[in-house]
């Protein structure tokens, strides 16, 4: 996707006297356009303003530039002072492919904004989205109710598995071979963690590459992260099973312990080895064993 900056000059006014001008200020966006009270909150946040009255965003253009942060900027992140966020998932569009052989999203409007204005009252509109997907949509959290029928579901999953966990990170990108075994977790304390497992395989991403000989976890190891109670397992691959055959080891394993597997993550090489905290909080679904998640790490300053 090409990344997107607002270019645009901005005036303050404090309710206490007094102004600030900014000239040709840029921002990273996530998409392809901002809007003036997002660009805005941007500035009294990363500028620490108080007291402010009005800002005013002049002269704003769209240009097409690499980003500057490490993270794209909405509304600011609400981290604690010296943390940073990253943000560890895919971007779900309509029409992308996660998994062959499954359906893509279908995302449109269920009401748009130009239907709307008919419904409210002049000069207020809005837009209600509607999608159509697989659970198995962009990057997705599978619980046990994914691999077995008795197994609990979305809405019977423990946030503790999922919510504030502390994090490690087992590095095996550029390894030979596509078998990750027992051996490459023997060095981590991996027990009541989320053990995310950078390969760099999200390099590949919506590429036909992404689907061919993909890293992948031995059977073994999905018993040792098992037996070493680990509290969840995430990859940035194309599936955490060898998918050549139709047997899933690993997926029965791990979710047969109830532990949760999140996969298709990304910027897993952004991590520190350990030192982080982890969250890949799904929504409450009853009889739904897998959904897209937005898994996020917490980094100390």
Not at 7 to 26: A, I
Not at 193 to 221: I, N, S
Request: glycine share 10%; net charge negative.
């Amino acid at each position: 996707m090409t990344e997107k900056r607002a270019c645009f000059d901005f005036e303050v006014s404090f309710t206490n006297g007094g102004g600030l001008q900014g000239q040709d200020f840029r921002l990273d966006i996530d998409g392809d356009d901002i809007d003036d009270a997002e660009l805005a909150r941007y500035v009294i946040s990363d500028l620490r303003l108080l007291m402010v009255g009005e800002v005013r965003i002049l002269n704003k253009r769209i240009i097409e530039e690499r980003h500057k942060r490490d993270e794209v900027i909405g509304p600011p992140a609400a981290a604690a002072p010296g943390q940073r966020l990253v943000d560890l998932s895919h971007v779900i569009e309509a029409g992308m492919v996660t998994y062959k052989g499954l359906p893509a999203p279908l995302i449109c409007d269920h009401l748009s904004r130009e239907a709307s204005r008919s419904v409210y009252a002049e000069g207020t509109e809005f837009q209600i989205g509607r999608i159509e997907m697989v659970g198995n949509t962009g990057t997705y959290l599978d619980t046990p109710y994914h691999r077995y029928a008795d197994g609990h579901d979305l809405a019977d999953l423990p946030l503790a598995r999922v919510a504030d966990c502390e994090g490690v990170v087992v590095r095996v990108a550029g390894a030979a071979g596509c078998a990750i075994d027992w051996t490459a977790f023997a060095a981590q304390e991996v027990r009541d963690k989320a053990v995310l497992v950078h390969t760099g395989w999200d390099r590949y991403w919506r590429t036909d590459q992404y689907f061919e000989d993909h890293p992948h976890l031995t059977e073994a190891a999905a018993v040792y992260l098992r037996d070493q109670g680990a509290r969840l397992v995430g990859i940035d691959s194309h599936n955490i099973d060898d998918t050549t055959g139709n047997t899933r080891p690993v997926h029965s394993v791990l979710l047969g312990a109830g532990i949760p597997i999140v996969e298709h993550m990304t910027r897993l090489g952004e991590l520190p080895a350990s030192g982080f905290r982890f969250s890949a909080v799904p929504p409450k679904m009853r009889r739904m064993g897998t959904f897209p998640v937005r898994p996020w790490a917490i980094l100390p300053g």
